[in-house]
């Protein structure tokens, strides 16, 4: 496994705001959610089956993955993550 750095730099403060989705008012943003939502059971993640590159065209130029890095690979009891892995970042 890669455990290379992205240069994050661990300690950062966590955003003073967070905004609730009914915020959201960008187009695609809220058409992400939809396709999200519709696939998801319950507060689950959808399966990745179920997850189409090709149903997702034009949604693809404004997702990005990202990974999670917890201290120790283990989130539990951690305040901060320790560094960020991006997966897909379209550019």
Known sequence: MNTEKTGSSP???PPKLI???DAL???KTK???AFWRSHAKGEGLPHVDLI???VLR???PHIVLIDVIWPEGDE???DI???FRYRLIDG
């Open 11 to 13: 300690g950062g403060a």
């Open 19 to 21: 905004k609730p989705i």
């Open 25 to 27: 008012v960008q187009a």
């Open 31 to 33: 058409e992400g959610l």
């Open 52 to 54: 189409d590159p090709l």
């Open 58 to 60: 034009d949604l693809l």
């Open 76 to 78: 539990a009891g951690a």
């Open 81 to 83: 993550p320790e560094d």
